[in-house]
């Protein structure tokens, strides 16, 4: 090909600008984890101490960082895949509160046993999340008011079918009592020190993140969310795709409530609010664009553990809840701000 | 032409440098133009012809060099300041905003009012005046969003002749016009040059440069090249251009062809919605065999791009009728998923809006359509990906040649050889290529159009549009010419370029 050294010279031109600006974008991509690097340097510094010991770093503290960490983590994870497809699930947090409730009323008024209660609730998330797929991709609505309205949804079902009563479980073996191994999601393993709602997390999260990155299904993912259009006239089956994706957030909010309802030992309808909120402030600070196409899971699960480790130091100094959100909404915006410089730099606009 | 010797130049700029980061955009530019002049403005992507213009327009300060408006220094920190200056431009990716009517983007941001309350009616009539010399046929009461891309260029168009009192740059105006738009558009030019303004006029074809410059600058890495008078032979530019002559861009074959991959006797598709603007197929026979490049031919609107989207079955639900048969067989494209079962693949003419991940590797790009191929299973094997990445970037000489570069910083000729690659990559049997060379340099191009010609050698079918007639008579073995969404015509390879577009455009002047 005579003429390709003159177009691969334009091509190849910019290449000393690429290569400093990928330091830049590494340094982007990796946000939220150098961030919670950070973040965990001035806990230590800032930490209250005890004894000569570092509060902050305690085995206790820790453990309660991971475990508080857990549901919204586990709804984050979900929530990824959602915001790379461009999209938004808000009925989250309502979503956990209704699936909370089911496990507490079937746990101790049905009998159905461990296993059937917990997959009945995870198949009924999954189904309302699907449903609300299927509707805003049906009819062309957008998902912001599509989950709007399942959010209401959701909280109506939760207070109608626990009359807007705490639904407490209570443990055994007999008729409205619930199998006394379901307690465990409250328990801490391995010394008393990995609370099992963090390890659940990180299991929802390792299979997220291989699903993701590893898949057909991920990489279908990102192509709809980088360019819809391109997608389907590549024959990328799109709609199925919007639809697996909110069955996602609505199968790890169902698990999310199941977590809830065996750590607190109960069900309630009025849990879960603003858990959306603070599942897509996770995922946003991890790296992934709202406009989609682009995102990381390993940040949205640092991002949220970051979240978490930042309320605990203002906890741990008696700073009060206000500034907690100040500070969280300051963080936001800074990795907003981070994303768009790299847009702007790679000159790709918005 | 006669004002030549009179006085010091409109615009003379001297030894322009600008850097960005690392590389040499410009490397001390010489650019001048006189006034009334239309002074052409050639050069490859990233040749620096559009850092130039936008130093001119005030979008980037220069490194060093200097300026000379009317012989008296000039320096523009923005573009507010070269506008109030009279230098106006009219950038490629048109500033217009879609959901506001014509009249409105015309006066965005001057809008006349009376007392602090618009003043509808004065603002409408002048927006009739002056579309009156660009597109009389534009409805100045229509959103933006309902006009075709051609449209939206002529209102941009006349939206920057109004403040451009000394100096307007063009960047790429005709890139989406039809022949007679064209036509329209140089007459106007030639009117606002014979007031006095000078025209910068940037474009990638060559062959319009004699029809409307008087003298054209060649840019080659940052440099001009070459200064010359339009009338300058084509070979002459092309060797300025790429740096080297440029022999053949649509290299001789001796083709053999198969049998019908595409037959269609008198086929239309319905929609079943009615979209304005969306010309549907009406009454289309032609049959395009294994190994044969099928041209398509029409003014805009005739429905090249329409009849391919249905085609491909992505012209949303609707019906076929008539005969549409894929290798003899009635086949059913009424859905992407059908049309690729059949073999069919689907380049379009907008690679950013509908053709790419722009965001995402070069890599991922190319597998996305071949996805089952590489991954059979559940999981992505990398190394599969990996090859055929490879084996695309190879066969269509990507540069550079690496699967993890994100596409969108490729220049344009490469990108659009990406999304072509990408569709050949699924091995169809017949390939719908929507404006192939669209923004491509002419290196790229005669690349891309070997590539298409080694592929049809190899049995593939290829339907191509595009309004670029030149192209569809080099590269094409026949031409077929819709005009409504109907075949009208069909000339033979190398036919006379004006008997093909005065059957493209003898409807117009039947249904005026």
Known sequence: MSQSATTGGAGAAPAPRRRRLDLFALLVRFQSVIGLVVVAIGGVIFSPRRHGAILFLQPDNMANIVRAVSETGIIAVGMTFVIITAGIDLSVGALLSLCSVLTATIMTTAGWGLIPTVLFVIACGAAFGAAQGTISNRFRLEPFIVTLAGLQVARGLALVISNNQYINISYGNGPGLAPPVFAILGDRLFNNIVPVATLVFVVVAVIATFVLNFTRFGRYVFAVGGNERAARLSGVPVSLVKISVYAITGLVSAIAGVVHAGQFNFGSANDGTGYELTAIAAVVIGGTSLFGGSGSMVGTVAGAVMLGALANILQLNNINAALQLLATGAIIVLAAVLQSLVRRREGLGR | MSVAAEAAPLLAMRGVVKHFGGVQALRGVDFDLKRGEIHALLGENGAGKSTLMNVLSGVFAPDAGEMLLDGEHVRFDDPRAAQAAGVATIFQELDLVPSLDVTANLFLGRELARGGVLDRASMRKEAVKRLAVVGKDINVDQPVSELSVGRRQIVAIAKALTYASKILIMDEPTAALTASEVE??????????????????????????????????????????????????QSELVRLLVGRPLDELYPKRAPSFGKPVLTLEHASFTPRTERPGWQAPEDVSLVVRAGEIVGLAGIMGAGRTELLTALYGAAGSGKWSGVVQIDGEPARLTSIRAARGEGLGLVTDDRRGSGLLIRDTVGR??????????????????????????????????????????????????????????????????????????????????????RIRELAAKGMGVLVASSEMPELLGLCDRVVVLRKGRTVGEFPAGADEHQVLAAAERSEEELV
């Open chain 2, 184 to 233: 329209r558009l140089f007459a106007v030019m030639r009117e606002i040059a014979a007031r006095g303004v000078g025209i910068v006029y940037i474009s990638h074809r060559l062959e319009e440069v004699p029809r409307v410059a008087d003298r054209v600058t060649v840019m080659r890495d940052g440099q001009v090249a070459g200064v010359q008078a339009a009338r300058a032979p």
């Open chain 2, 365 to 450: 790009n190319m597998v996305l359509t071949v996805l089952k191929r590489v991954s059979p299973g559940f999981l992505m094997s990398r190394a599969r990906e990996n090859a055929f990445a490879r084996q695309a970037i190879k066969s269509f000489d990507v540069r550079p040649p690496r699967p993890e570069i994100v596409v969108g910083a490729l220049s344009g000729g490469n990108q659009q050889k990406v999304v072509i690659a990408k569709e050949v990559l699924g091995d169809p049997r017949l390939l719908l290529l929507d404006e192939p060379t669209r923004g491509v340099d002419v290196g790229a191009k005669g690349e891309i159009y070997a």
